[in-house]
């Protein structure tokens, strides 16, 4: 396509008009500097619209940092015949994938603006080629819900404190709900599996207890927790789960509670280490003894036949 | 109970048989389709978005290609009551969001097996001989032993062939009042009509298109005034917020309308599932709570409660039929020899093992001849 390159007023672009745009923010800093030091090398790429003003297809940042940097007019590339809104877009993804990869909620937001062009059949593979996407269907449409996510959750994903699967389970949340989490997140840096634990334990409390996810979330535990000043974020994550946990499954967390706490009464070493049944639903219980020498083994062997007397362990057993 | 049964598909091969003319006569408002092969079926199911929902408005008439007698599947670790499973058709059109026939068949299909001169001469095989081990047999594993009774002949079928043997009994166990066909059949005291239990509340929120708790109770009077032995299963025992009081109103009410003495046995299982079941609940069922319990993963990798919550209910629920009826073979259904010893005060091994115990209940309601084969 040959562009037609020329100048025209910046007020006549419509910058919020932002229909061929796929990054969430348009952040001007750095490419101010650039265009300050060395000029606008790569005009942007805008049409016309009906009402005599311009859209932006590529380059908004560009346009955003010319205008904040007092330009009365600017540079750009026209098409010479008025492209179709699908080849606008197609336009606007090409040129942002030619220098960096599409984070996923750009390629979310790309999928929500192209899916009207094709008809269902063709939508998965037409859009997974324009968007370079591997061809897998689940992860297509992960991305694909992403768009439903609140502002400050998206952003979640874009900083990374938000993993994709963990904000695939927040879509069918509130935003404000979804906010809840993203703060929470984004305080405290969980992994991908605790994060997804995390949702499903709120979410599951919330519906066992009729209360709602915001209040799960903000009740006085979490936010003590949050606020104490006395352990590191990762002891609070651990303490958020723990108290999430014992909220969720109050029985069993009481049982391993009360096991632990006759376990310490049996007073055994470190080289003797007994477990109970998985979750307590079978009957045997494991010893795991572990020594050097006949020395350490001899040992062993006095803690375990006191462990054997202690009444403690027929309670355990009982 | 509202039944939409949209396209009956029939096998081919089964068009001839003058029992499929007869369920076709009785559905004959709803459209039919002949086909060659399952797999026209399976396709229409799975175009939905639904295909769970799919599969209980198809019905599928064909014939059953494998066995018609089958093990119950039970596990290693849990305690199972080892009857044997009549396979007379699979899936059903009420709807439970606890059902696991939603995940057991892929797709689940409403399929009726029309083949039931097969279906005669499998059971010939293991009772042809007066001499051999006892059987209970039962339909209810696969799909609802009486749904299908106003469609189809087959509870006239089955009852007067076990009426007319002494080592097995047949249990139809059902959440439907279809009982009306089963009132002049010679039973003979060798079927077990049994209802699945479970309070108004559970029916309500859980079991749709099922019959309520009243009507249930009120088949299972009219069959034993038909001399039918009853059983009744309080499966899923299911632990919510006043659950207790509820259970307890069922089983007054229960034997305030049946007599202990025709009860041939009462089964107890608390809620439990497959892992996958979840989801479908989450998805079909978005108001359902039930999957919110407790639960943790067993040894048959099933979610169960956490032991001491089952044994707890369990507790209760055992004390208040025993205050009733005492004499009243309760069992658990999968359930550990810890839990049968805490709840029970014996563990099913020291009475000769739980498939012994159900026997001998048999053996004594139904009047079978136990031989040495």
Known sequence: MNFESRTVSINEIDTQDSRYQLSLHIDTHTIIESIKAVGLINPPVIVKRDDDHYSIVCGFRRVMACKALGWDEIPVCIPPRRPTDLDCLKLAILDNRSHRPLNLIEQSRAIKKLSPFFPPQERFSKITFLLGLPENEKVFKKIESLCQLSESAKLGILENTLSLEAGVELVELEPEEQDCFAFLFRTLKFSQNKQKELITFVKEIAIRESVGIKEVINSEEIRGIIDRSDINRNQKAKEIRAYLRRRRFPSLTKAEAKFFEDLKSLRLGPHIRLVPPPYFEGTTYNITITFKDITELEQCKSEFDAMCQNPVLKRILS | ?373
């Open chain 2, 1 to 373: 109970m509202s039944v939409h049964i949209s396209r009956i598909y029939v096998d081919q091969g089964i068009t001839h048989l003058p029992e499929t003319r007869a369920i076709l006569d009785r559905l004959k408002h709803v459209p039919c389709t002949v086909v060659f092969d399952y797999k026209v079926v399976q396709d229409e199911v799975l175009r939905g978005d639904d295909p769970v929902t799919e599969g209980k408005r198809v019905l599928f008439l064909t014939r059953n290609k494998g066995a018609f007698l089958k093990d119950c599947p039970g596990t290693k670790y849990y305690n199972c009551c080892g009857y044997k499973i009549l396979h007379i058709g699979t899936y059903c059109y009420m709807d439970c969001s606890y059902c696991i026939l939603q995940t057991y068949f892929n797709p689940p299909v409403l399929q009726y097996f029309m083949n039931q001169e097969d279906l005669l001469h499998d059971l010939d095989r293991i009772l042809v001989s007066k001499q051999g081990p006892i059987y209970r047999i039962g339909t209810g594993e696969f799909t609802d032993s009486l749904i299908w009774e106003p469609w189809t002949d087959i509870s006239m079928r089955i009852v007067p062939y076990f009426a007319a043997q002494e080592r097995a009994v047949l249990e139809l166990k059902s959440k439907t009042v279809h009982i009306k066909n089963l009132k002049y059949l010679r039973h003979n005291s060798k079927t077990i009509v049994a209802f699945s239990i479970n309070t108004p509340a559970i029916i309500k929120s859980e079991e749709r298109y099922t019959a309520s708790l009243k009507s249930r109770i009120g088949a299972a009077a009219m069959c034993e005034e038909w001399g039918y032995p009853l059983a009744f299963h309080f499966d899923p025992l299911i632990l919510y917020d006043g659950c207790e009081p509820d259970y307890r109103e069922v089983i007054r009410y229960m034997f305030k309308r049946v007599s202990a003495e025709n009860i041939v046995w009462i089964s107890l299982g608390t809620f439990r599932f497959m892992p996958p079941l979840k989801r479908i609940i989450q998805q079909r069922f978005p108001g359902s709570k039930i999957i919110y319990g407790e639960f943790i993963p067993g040894l048959d990798n099933k979610m169960r409660y956490f032991k001491p919550l089952r044994i707890d209910l369990y507790k209760k629920i055992v004390e208040w039929i025993r205050e009733v009826a005492p004499d009243v073979l309760l069992y658990f259904c999968m359930e550990d020899d810890d839990v049968w010893h805490t709840v029970m005060g014996h563990v099913p091994e020291e009475k000769g093992g739980l498939p012994q115990m159900l026997d001998e209940a048999a053996i004594r309601h139904c009047r079978l001849t136990r031989t040495v084969s």
